[in-house]
Nanobody, 115 residues
Framework: QVQLVESGGGWVQPGGSLRVNCILSGNIERRNRWGWMRQPPGKQQREFVADITNDGITSYQDSVKGRFTISRNVIEGTMFLQMDNLKPEDTGVYYC????????WGQGTQVTVSS
């Protein structure tokens, strides 16, 4: 199993910045992908935000490209999502995610963007 714990959410005005953090522990497989999902208010489905592969290749949802940056430190088991120029539509619960032979995610951290 893999355990994931998020931190760093909060409230920010449009145009502001936040960073969400994740600590991963447990049986991290050699081939895996780490990333972030989010669940906007009123929606049942989580949506993909960004991920990073073993080779350091990153992918982003189109709406966050150029504003969000994913990074990780495999040795320390930490992952970050730097979010700049935040918009109200970025509001939601952000989940740290791990994809190996199974998919794991954390409890989530709330990000609210409003004036």
């Amino acid at each position: 199993q893999v355990q994931l714990v998020e931190s760093g959410g909060g409230w920010v005005q449009p145009g502001g910045s936040l960073r969400v953090n994740c600590i991963l522990s447990g049986n991290i497989e050699r081939r895996n992908r780490w990333g972030w999902m989010r669940q906007p208010p009123g929606k049942q489905q989580r949506e993909f935000v960004a991920d990073i592969t073993n080779d350091g290749i990153t992918s982003y949802q189109d709406s966050v490209k150029g504003r969000f940056t994913i990074s990780r430190n495999v040795i320390e088991g930490t992952m970050f999502l730097q979010m700049d120029n935040l918009k109200p539509e970025d509001t939601g619960v952000y989940y740290c995610s791990y994809w190996g032979s199974q998919h794991y995610w954390g409890q989530g951290t709330q990000v609210t963007v409003s004036s």
